[in-house]
């Protein structure tokens, strides 16, 4: 019993943070129809501001991911707003396209700016566990995922209350009705994807102090925003945090009851079945699924 | 490339000794997810070149040639690098310096073998590359069936009090699989009693599942046949879950500095095994002793040395030495020389037997002690004492 | 008085003499044969290039033809039919460890092999086809995805049939040896035939009533289904072609290399060049991914000669570079640009942009 609550209670935890790195890619694929291939490397940009910070200035990362957040906001609106535009009424699939040789710029740009040494941000805290009952619970983990429910949760009261956050949902749902309306598109855009870097930054943050990173650790990380953001559903401002504490969950069982070796397969077969019996992921809007561009 | 032939008659340098430099190829990961191990096995071959032509060059038969090591990037994908020791063949570029790690270092051994080059294999491990019959390929470094087995007769000899049980965590790839096989041999000979290994997928950051598993059996001691990152893991989130052996051992980790940067604290006591340490014994003209190597590592890259600088150096060092003994560089010759060469370095003991394989050098296992690696056995060249238990 | 008749030629009924009517005819017929002809000499070419160049070399334009065949193949299912299938390389995976797989355990010979393993990459492609292939746009792209890295995981995790992590050897030498090695010229020769098998096949479907209705599908399925056309008939047998192909390259470059693992058989980053190829070529027609294949493959490894230490930087330069300037690819680019007469790349760019 005791290893089933541990193994969930990790897959709860790892969840989380998946969630919160797949967040901001599943805004920009749902929103404006972007498939960012360069999410992966946001996160691990983030993680080295988030480590200079702490190297430099002794700054907590915690505190650090704040600063992360606002580095990458600003490259991510330049981004979008100078690049990504150009290209968004080309045919389906070029943004991809275009974010794979941005992928490759910043994946390579660290790789020589930072070399492509293993770091880690080290605090004192993080591996020190909390006992409830028999379960331990890590304070760094508890802590990236309290934040990434946090920050999940600040993202739907924006988006849903906010008029900002609601000429990005216009936006996305018929741009040229909301650009009728007076909407900036392209500002809203560039606004969006630099909210989505951000919350990727943060992440990379947390994950670098949970564990080692590197340059090459991006394409990982890309992955699972795929497939966490489907499986949860796109159009859905929850489906990013369902589908990350679901594939969290599904590992952390796997890992405990099978031989260690078929986690990902598992993660995968699960993701492929669901899509099979719910074609828009488990909690996503049907009209993001037939988009016709226009 | 594909412009720029046409000249197929043409005869290229490398093959006869003329006035030009000695061409070495050596394809490296400079990009890829051998990034970091491909840049310390460039900086390894780069010392190798330019301590070798400060001397004047390779001695060939009486005369000075300089090395001139051309690199290219394998991308860290095994197809490419056996692609790039193609291309060497084409412009007559006959030995060559291995790729990191054993799945490049395979691809490039089949590639060797059909087009008559030679290759000396600094970093691929795995005692598979050598069950083929590959007659054109020899390996410096130990084996990889030595790496966990030479912890486990670490701890057998040094150990006090001698502990009981011993579970190995391993990653999935062919290297790893060898290096648990290996180890679990030794254990078993040595009288241990050996649980049941977990495997995990390579370069996994989350190894709790397996952790979780063995929690429950209370090992007094937990071998990682790993790499850095899965390294890193089992210590982090033994702490997290609360698995307490009596001590740890990892493969490849502990000896680099990445591993107690990354762990602080956590690192101390960890016991891994190492290809080479600075005070490994042994000393040749080019390098003198482990502890000068160390030093013009640091002089020249600003960076304590890892095994895998080492390695690479020495495999350098190796085919310098063969060309000097066959007073030659016609690959023939130079495989012959190489086969039969028999010398003590920087390195250790540098000797092939049949195979192929450095059989006779043996793994050194260092501890953390304070952030630093220190040698612990074998006691020749033992620097500390082991500190054991481990994690108290 | 030459009698005149009516021509029905692009929508506009004009009176033509008899002369020029056969002499139109003869240009479309001479304008339908331009590309078989163009196809024959571009492969002669090829064959004669090889005598020119060394060994390796030949390897390296081998890995060029094998990006061709498996970029034209992409093209049909994602394409002509517009689902762009993210797992693309499930099929060269599949095909190229039931090559190794047959060869090794089961001595096959390599020739039987290729051909079992295309014809099993195509089976795979109807199974799991028939239930993707009712998912639309992103859901399918990832979907793929995820059987993709799911067939890694599961050979991965089969070592005693495929070896699992540590790899799989095809027996190229001694007793074991079924067939005998190629060498760099015979698989230069077998990559090409690939290759023109694939754009063979490409033009066929683009020119026949298939390829219109998957062209029809990709403009509006529903549409296209009222029209009468059994979309998941059509969707399911491109897919099923796309897959066999694929197979066929896969169980090559699997006995090519060797010793094939997982990682690399069944790497994503081999379906993203495949995409890539095709973008920057021009998505939906036949000449497009092969250009695509030949410019990205060709620029890659000339950077990578040339430029060792930056060599992906500068590429992904060169990509950002040239999506921003030709969003729609190149050859659609070329047949725009004739259509409009509006040539200049920063006309183009203000087509695309917001």
Known sequence: MTAFLQATTYGLLQGGLLALVAVGFSLVWGVMNVVNLANGAFVILGAYIGWGMHQTFGLDPFLGMFVAAAVLFVIGYVMQRFLINLVVNGPIFITLLLTFGLDLLIVQGMNIAFSADYRGIKTSYASESLAIGSVRVPVGRLLAFALAIAITLILVAVVNRTRTGMSILATGMDRGAARLMGIRARHVYALTFGIAAALAGMAGVMIGTVGTFNPSAAAAFTLMSFVVAVLGGLGNMYGALVGGLVIGLVQAWGGQYLPGTWVNALAFLVLIVVLIARPTGLVGRAFYAARLEV | MVAGCGSKAETNNGGAASSGPLAIGASVSLTGKLAREGQLTKEGYQLCQDKVNAQGGVDVGGTKVKLAIQYQDDTSKPDVAAQLVDQFNDKGVKLILSSYGSANTEAQAAVIERNNQVMVDSAGADNKIFSKGYKRTFAVLSPATEYAAAIVKAIAELATPKPKSVVFLSADDGFSKSVTEGGMASAKSLGFTVLDPQYFTNGTSDVSSALTKVKGQHPDVIIGSVHLVEGVAIIKQSKELGVTPVGFGET???????????????????????????????????????????????????????????????????????????????????????????????????????????????MSVIQVQNGKALTVWPKESAEAKMIWPGTR | MSPSTRVPEQGVTSTVPLQDVSSTVRRDQARRLLPWVLGLVTVLAALALQSQLYSGQERTVATIFMFVALAEAWNLIGGFAGYASFGQVVFFGVGGYFTAVAISHWHFSFWVSLLLSGVVAALFATLIGIPLLRLKGHYFAVATLGVAEGMREIVTNLPDLTGGGAGITVPTVGNNATTAYLGNDGFYLLFLALAALS????????????????????????????????????????FALSGFITGLVGASYAFQQVTIFPERLFDVDITVLMIIMVVIGGSGTVLGPLLGAVALQFLSEFLRQNFTDLHTFILGGIIVVAVILLPQGLVNYVHEARRTKEYSLLANVRRYRL
Request: with cysteine.
């Open chain 3, 199 to 238: 754009v063979l096949v490409a033009g066929l479907v683009a020119r026949n009533k298939f390829g219109y209705a998957l062209r029809a599908i990709n403009q509006d399925e529903d549409a296209a289904a009222a029209m009468g056309i059994n979309t998941t008939r059509a969707k399911v047998l491109a």
């Open chain 2, 252 to 362: 490849v980790a502990p000896p680099t500095p990445d591993f107690a940067k990354t762990l602080g604290t956590q690192a101390e006591n960890v016991l891994g095994s190492t290809q080479w340490t600075d005070a490994t014994k042994g000393k040749d003209k080019y390098f003198g002793t482990a502890k000068n190597y160390s030093k013009d590592i640091q002089a020249n890259f600003g960076h304590l040395p890892d095994y895998h600088n080492a390695e690479a150096t020495a495999a350098c060092l190796a085919l310098v030495l063969a060309t000097e003994k066959a007073a030659s560089t016609q690959p023939d010759k130079v495989r012959n020389a190489l086969s039969g060469l028999d010398t003590e370095s920087f390195f250790g003991k540098i000797k092939f037997d049949p195979t192929g394989q450095n059989i006779y050098k043996p």
